[in-house]
Structures are given as structure tokens and as C-alpha cells.
């Protein structure tokens, strides 16, 4: 059973970078055929696909997000990590680390992690 979870800062001020890090466990990040995600859901909307890392290096970012945003990964560490420029307190959310099959589609996620931009 594969496990994500999310870590890093719960605090960042605007203009900043917000970076976070999913370790996996129970599966590696080039197992053929996952994609593994980020997602974020701000206060009282739904959630937001922020993009993807696949098990080939291969990334792929929302349109709204992808001048700000890097997907990144550490096979050694069995980490991938995600880094949002210049964010603003728009960016506030809880953000989570999740894997699937088919982009859109995740099945294992993280429990979630808040992340807040104020100063």
C-alpha cells in the first residue's frame, strides 16, 4: 500500500517561494506508469490541479499556474517536490501530494498539508 506525505512550511510570506516536499513509501516514483500530482484546495472552493511529475521525469502544469510552478523529483530519496514563485495570499491552501494512473484520476493521495501566504 503506497503512503504520500506531504511536508514544509506552513508560513510563507508573499512574494516568496512556496516549496514542499511528498516522501513515498510503499511504492518508488518510477514505478511504470504512475504519475504522481500535486493538488491544492483553497478556503470554501474546490480543488486545483497544479501539476504532475511522471515516472519518466515528465512534467506537465496547469496553464493558470505553469510561469510559477516546478515539479521535481529525488529518486534517491523517493521524494518529489514541488516549488510555487511569487506566491500571494491567493496561493493559500491546503496543498496535496497524490499518485495515479491517469492525470486527474489519483488514487493515493496525502493527508494534505496548509500552507499559508501572509506576512
Known amino acids: 500500500q503506497v503512503q504520500l506525505q506531504e511536508s514544509g512550511p506552513g508560513l510563507v510570506k508573499p512574494s516568496q517561494t512556496l516549496s514542499l516536499t511528498c516522501t513515498v513509501s510503499?511504492?518508488?516514483?518510477?514505478?511504470?506508469?504512475?504519475?504522481w500530482s500535486w493538488i491544492r484546495q483553497p478556503p470554501e472552493k474546490g480543488l486545483e490541479w497544479i501539476g504532475y511529475?511522471?515516472?519518466?521525469?515528465?512534467?506537465s502544469y496547469s496553464p493558470s499556474l505553469k510561469s510559477r510552478t516546478s515539479i521535481s523529483r529525488d529518486t534517491s530519496k523517493n521524494q518529489f517536490t514541488l516549488q510555487l514563485s511569487s506566491v500571494t495570499p491567493e496561493d493559500t491552501a491546503v496543498y496535496y501530494c497524490?499518485?495515479?494512473?491517469?492525470?486527474?484520476?489519483?488514487?493515493?493521495w496525502g493527508q494534505g498539508t496548509q500552507v499559508t501566504v501572509s506576512s
Open positions: 497524490a499518485r495515479g494512473v491517469v492525470p486527474g484520476q489519483e488514487g493515493s
Open positions: 510503499g511504492g518508488s516514483v518510477t514505478t511504470n506508469s504512475y504519475y
Open positions: 511529475i511522471s515516472y519518466t521525469g515528465r512534467t
